[in-house]
């Protein structure tokens, strides 16, 4: 009997090296450690040492961990062994996923660091992840609650907000199904208020015809 403990079938793993798990028993003649074998997608089958058996009653605790680092995307693990009286096990298969890479993030809109006078504000881009989609979006404005937004199958999303005055900070983050994630940061400056003329004076004043004269002004904002 070989059941595989990790990674279960259909996981979505982000370690592309990692401690794969299984166990091996037999109730009648034990089993020979020797036949304990692990083949990972098309490579070679692995025997001996570079499995760890660790003796449990009626068999082994197995681990083996890959000297290569997977690849992103779909993997197979197929476990096999034999009993003392050699009889094989049936083979025992199991079919998993590695996503190392974080889902990619565009923000088109707003720019950064950019200034206004409209309080509503259109926050744009979109997403995609090749591996473990789909990817989940959430826009969060200053200190405010993070928001969850549709996705499109584009992987485009849209979120309309109200700015407060002065700065504001929009954080974006995808998140893929293997739990990685991807953040971008945008700054908008909401301003309302027209600037002030405080003073207009010319020097000098008065002032001869067809001289030169400086018109001097004080504006704040």
């Known amino acids: ?21 299984w166990k091996v028993t037999d109730d009648d003649s034990g089993v020979d450690p020797d036949t304990i074998g692990i083949t990972i997608d098309s490579a070679g089958k692995v025997t001996g040492s570079a499995i760890t058996k660790s003796p449990v009653s009626g068999g082994y ?3 083996y961990t890959p000297t290569e680092a997977l690849g992103d995307g779909q993997h197979t693990i197929k476990v096999d062994a034999s009993d003392n009286d050699g009889n094989a096990a049936t083979q025992k298969t199991v079919t998993f996923k590695v996503d190392t890479i974080p889902p990619t993030l565009s923000v088109t809109a707003p720019a950064d660091d950019s200034v206004t006078n409209n309080s509503s504000c259109t926050v744009s881009g979109t997403t995609n992840d090749t591996t473990s989609s789909p990817v989940t ?21 849209t979120k309309q907000l109200t ?16 739990g990685k994630s991807t953040t971008v940061t945008r700054t908008v400056t909401l301003d309302t208020g027209a600037p ?20 001097s002004v004080e504006v704040t904002d």
């Open 137 to 157: 979006v959430t826009v969060k404005l200053n200190n405010g609650a993070a928001e969850e937004v549709e996705v499109a199958e584009n992987g485009s999303f």
């Open 196 to 215: 002030v003329i405080h003073s207009v004076s010319i020097t000098p004043n008065p002032v001869d015809a067809g001289q030169t004269y400086v018109i």
């Open 163 to 178: 700015l407060a005055a002065g700065a504001n900070t929009i954080t974006v983050v995808a998140t893929d199904a293997a």
């Open 61 to 63: 605790e197995c681990s």
């Open 1 to 21: 009997v070989i059941p595989i403990t990790y990674p279960t079938a259909s996981a979505l793993i982000t370690n592309s090296k990692p401690v794969i798990k």
